[in-house]
């Protein structure tokens, strides 16, 4: 006598879009960090050191900034437009950084 036995298998997409609605999303690719920052230095007129990539110190407030580039107000001199990509780090004017090479004094 042989008995007939049917194979029972669970559908394997309903498992599958468990798995895959439990998993993390990827964090996005910008965040507005960049934005917010330079909206809140622009709006308290902070003084700002930013130093280029060849060394060059510059101080003024950031008048404004877009994707590329961001705009410095200097007291005593003109105005420059400087390149983002031609940055290597800024900070605010009383933080005497670990970053400075040339330490005031």
Do not use: C
């Not at 507005?32 to 101080?59: H, N, S």
């Not at 390149?83 to 005031?104: F, Q, R, S, V």
Request: glycine share 6%; no cysteine.
């Amino acid at each position: 006598m042989s008995i007939n036995r049917k194979l029972i298998r669970p559908e394997l997409t309903a498992a599958r879009q468990a798995v895959s609605a439990s998993r993390k999303k990827p964090p996005p690719v910008e965040t507005a960090a960049e934005a917010f920052y330079y909206v809140k230095q622009m709006a308290g007129k902070t003084p700002m050191v930013i130093v280029t990539l060849d060394g060059e110190r510059i101080e003024g407030v950031i008048e404004w900034y877009d994707e590329g580039a961001i705009k410095v107000h200097r007291r005593g001199a003109p105005n420059v437009l400087l390149m983002k990509h031609a940055i290597k780090y800024m900070h605010k004017e009383g933080d005497m950084g670990t970053l400075d090479e040339n330490p005031e004094d």
